[in-house]
């Protein structure tokens, strides 16, 4: 089992940058597949970006280009730089885990939701034209 918690949100204009961080807690981090997700308001929770216990990334149309993900298996810390931003990312961002990261795990687009087992609470961002 994995705790996960996000930080790093926050306010910003569009054109602008943040870096989310989700620090996991719990056995076999590196064997995880782990996910970003976002849900703005009235909206389903999308899939942004994946990676797979080897660090092969994987990401959704609207992101691609903009936002990378990485993860930091010595730190047990899951990212998601985000650039140039645009109105359209504003939302709820929640980073995502499940075991073991196989086949299942490496596809474009990511995995849906329903895929992933673990959550964290989430951090708003907020982008402003």
């Known amino acids: 089992q994995v705790q996960l918690k996000e930080s790093g949100g926050g306010s910003v204009q569009a054109g602008g940058s943040l870096r989310l961080s989700c620090a996991a807690s719990g056995d076999s981090y590196i064997s995880y597949c782990m996910g970003w997700f976002r849900q703005g308001p009235a909206k389903e929770r999308e899939a942004v970006a994946s990676?797979?216990?080897?660090?092969?990334?994987y990401y959704a149309d609207s992101v691609k280009g903009r936002f990378t993900i990485s993860r930091d298996n010595a730190k047990n810390t899951l990212y998601l730089q985000m650039d140039s931003l645009k109105p359209e990312d504003t939302a709820m961002y929640y980073c995502?885990?499940?075991?073991?990261?196989?086949?299942?795990?490496?596809?474009?687009?990511?995995?849906?939701?329903?895929?992933?087992?673990?959550w964290g609470q989430g951090t708003q961002v907020t982008v402003s034209s």
């Open positions: 990676i797979d216990s080897k660090g092969n990334a």
């Open positions: 995502a885990a499940d075991f073991p990261g196989g086949s299942w795990c490496r596809k474009e687009p990511p995995p849906p939701a329903s895929d992933f087992s673990y």
